[in-house]
């Protein structure tokens, strides 16, 4: 019986140890910024192409140099001119004025376009929701999604989360910094302030509830 309270009395202690952890190292989120090598208004995110995507290059009054292409695992795509250009983490805009570059050794005054397919963006940019998620996975980063649409993505909680309880983890210059985010208040009672917006690379973790 002393050994069976005593055990009680450990898991007690464990949850309220637990909860000052966390939020001694949880602060307040503040206004969404997108964090790279300047700290920019998350309204001019732009597109960064990554591995898997499908790229559509054409090559003005040179079809035979124009094409489709996958971005293959190392960031590289191939032309039927160049091998192994780099296009992974540029913008659209960017990757066409490098390949101007590069085909003006072979074409006079080149003028390349390049669209997007199918988007998949680079790992860093992708958003992670681990733990108690019902389908737990990366979601590509788009412009102005929140937590509201991320949850949807994953389809909501498990029936053994503990949604407001739960931790977004984000890099700010260069620091990983963690917010106390509350999940169970914004999908189950609808307390549209707990909706909040995510930035690229985000993480968010949910844990089991205790009881």
Not at 40 to 49: A, C, M
Not at 50 to 65: H, K, S, T
Request: glycine content about 6%; aromatic content about 8%; overall charge negative.
């Amino acid at each position: 019986m002393e050994n069976h309270l005593f055990t009680k009395v450990k898991i007690v202690v464990l949850i309220l140890l637990t909860q000052l952890v966390i939020s001694c190292s949880s602060a307040t989120l503040p206004p969404a910024t997108i964090h790279s090598s300047n700290t920019v208004d998350i309204s001019s995110y732009k597109y960064l192409i990554g591995a898997g995507d499908v790229l559509n290059i054409f090559v003005w009054r040179n079809p035979e140099v124009s094409g489709t292409f996958v971005v293959r695992p190392d960031g590289m795509i191939t032309t039927s001119l160049v091998e192994d250009i780099a296009v992974s983490g540029k913008t659209p805009t960017e990757l066409a004025r490098s390949i101007e570059k590069i085909l003006a050794t072979y074409l006079r005054d080149p003028i390349v376009t390049v669209t997007v397919n199918n988007f998949v963006g680079p790992f860093s940019e992708q958003i992670r929701v681990i733990g108690e998620a019902a389908q737990p996975q990366s979601i590509n980063y788009t412009q102005d999604m929140t937590l509201l649409d991320v949850m949807i993505r994953v389809g909501g909680l498990t029936e053994f989360a503990d949604g407001n309880d739960a931790v977004l983890v984000r890099i700010e210059n260069g620091e990983q910094k963690q917010y106390d985010i509350f999940i169970e208040d914004l999908i189950k009672d609808g307390e549209i302030n707990a909706n909040i917006d995510m930035l690229p690379g985000d993480i968010i973790i949910i844990p089991e509830a205790w009881f």
